[in-house]
């Protein structure tokens, strides 16, 4: 069965510190990842990615997949409380329309 | 619409009744999905559209769980007999890509409480 796990499903922070976000899978023929950011509503897009080793960036956060090690790492540098959020990770499988989603990790950056 | 646009935003219901939720998706986006996100869970799909027809509805829990998108735009997720685990935020998104090959835009959701 396809799934996703999201480590940690919890972290604080403090202003300027650089977080890493893990999301591991396993899906039967993968077609892409994609990172959403949740606040208090919509999740909203962040990255996709389809090949490995290619680094996603916009801004202070960026992502890499791993397609051999089946991960991926979603990366925020000098965090600011505005990156309070659920983070969710996805992926997408050639074989069916849905994306399986993992449980998130709630990241809460403190001043 | 600029965005996906769900309504009611909120819903209070009682156990044993009927609901119906209402997702407008982006105008020109033929592909349509509704997921279910209980808390501290990620969201868990539901339905997909493409077009007017429910092309994957392998997500739906059980018999009383039915949506329908009779135009090809709007989609209402209709909900029988509630029950108090039905209680989540029900999350709609679009898609323009008719592959389903998938940047979801979502909406805000909508929260419904069974009680």
């Known amino acids: 069965e396809d799934k996703v796990v999201q480590s940690p499903l919890s972290l604080v922070v403090h202003e300027g510190d650089t977080v890493t976000l893990n999301c591991s899978y396993e899906?039967?023929?993968?077609?892409?990842l994609l990172w959403y950011k949740q606040e208090k509503k919509a999740p909203t897009f962040l990255f996709m990615l389809t090949s490995s080793g290619i680094e996603k960036k916009s801004g202070r956060l960026s992502s890499i997949l791993d397609k051999k090690e089946l991960f991926s790492i979603l990366n925020i540098t000098a965090t600011q409380t505005g990156d309070s959020a659920i983070y969710l990770c996805?992926?997408?499988?050639?074989?069916?329309?849905?994306?399986?989603f993992g449980a998130g990790t709630r990241l809460t950056v403190k001043p | 619409g600029a965005g996906v646009s769900q309504t009611p935003s909120n819903k209070v219901t009682e156990k044993g009744k009927y609901v119906e939720l209402r997702c407008d998706p982006i105008s020109g986006h033929t592909a349509l999905y509704w997921y279910r996100q209980s808390l501290g869970q990620g969201p868990e799909f539901l339905i997909y559209?493409?077009?007017?027809?429910?092309?994957?509805d392998s997500g739906l829990p059980n018999d009383r769980f039915f949506a329908v998108r009779p135009e090809g735009s709007v989609s209402t997720l209709k909900i029988q007999r509630t029950e108090r685990g039905d209680s989540a935020v029900y999350l709609c998104?679009?898609?323009?890509?008719?592959?389903?090959?998938?940047?979801?835009?979502f909406g805000a959701g909508s929260r419904l409480t069974v009680l």
């Open positions: 998104a679009s898609s323009k890509d008719p592959s389903g090959a998938n940047v979801l835009t």
């Open positions: 996805a992926v997408a499988s050639l074989n069916n329309n849905d994306m399986r």
């Open positions: 559209f493409q077009g007017t027809g429910a092309a994957d």
């Open positions: 899906v039967t023929n993968f077609r892409s």
